[in-house]
């Protein structure tokens, strides 16, 4: 079966540049999440879309924006890029549906994008 | 705001031995959703087992149990027969915030 996909899957960059994640749920998957996890760390929620309009905002700094495409993949673009920046990146999605019930819905996730900034 | 907590920053079992990684969390929705996901040090995230808020009967998938106690706020995830595959982090969730993670290593 098909799985959340992210590319590229390593990422090198250097301070103050700009880096753009991307994130394709799985087919029919009508929510996006970001999660960020730094070394020996737990993911930390950055943001979500639900049907292409953010619908929850975790913390997710002001040099990071995000957004969900008609076709609903996802992209993460980070600017002025920091060391503490380097994290794997996770993207995740789920079936929220119609009615948005927000309790059930596995969340599955990709198998995230490492970035490294040097 | 929701929150979870996991206090159990490592466990260590005894290959094929039964083990409980606990959870509890705190959230003022009535309705809500409980996830265990394992991440092997190879970095993936892999979900385990969900619990839904309502539902009557405790989550079980294979060897993976959730011992859910809605009045005590815990969640916590049963794992039968210890594999030395078994050996990762696991970490408690609901929708937005994980739990610190629990890392489990399974000894021979």
């Known amino acids: ?118 | 705001a929701q929150k979870i907590t996991q206090t159990q920053p490592g466990m260590f079992v005894q290959e094929k031995e039964a083990v409980t990684l606990d959870c509890t969390y705190d959230t003022s929705d009535p309705s809500y959703g409980l996830f265990w996901y394992k991440q092997p040090s190879s970095g993936e995230m892999i979900f385990l087992i969900y619990q839904g808020s309502y539902d009557q009967q405790n989550a079980t998938e294979g060897r993976y149990s959730l011992n859910f106690q809605k009045a005590r706020k815990s969640a916590n995830l049963v794992i039968s027969a210890s594999q030395l595959g078994d050996s990762a982090m696991y970490f408690c969730a609901m929708r937005a915030p994980f739990g610190k993670g629990t890392k489990l290593t399974v000894n021979p």
Request: some cysteine; proline content about 5%; hydrophobic content about 30%.
């Open chain 1, 1 to 118: 079966a098909a799985g959340v996909i992210q590319s590229p899957r390593h990422l090198i960059k250097e301070k103050r540049e700009t880096a753009t994640l991307k994130c394709y749920p799985i087919p029919r998957h009508d929510t996006v999440y970001w999660y960020q996890q730094g070394p020996g760390q737990d993911p930390q929620f950055l943001i979500s879309f639900y049907e292409k309009m953010q619908s929850d905002k975790g913390s997710i700094p002001d040099r990071f924006s995000a957004q969900q495409f008609s076709d609903y993949h996802s992209e993460l673009n980070m600017s002025s890029l920091e060391l503490g920046d380097s994290a794997l990146y996770f993207c995740a999605s789920s079936f929220r549906g119609l009615a948005g019930d927000l309790s059930g819905n596995t969340i599955y996730f990709g198998e995230g994008s490492w970035l490294t900034v040097v």
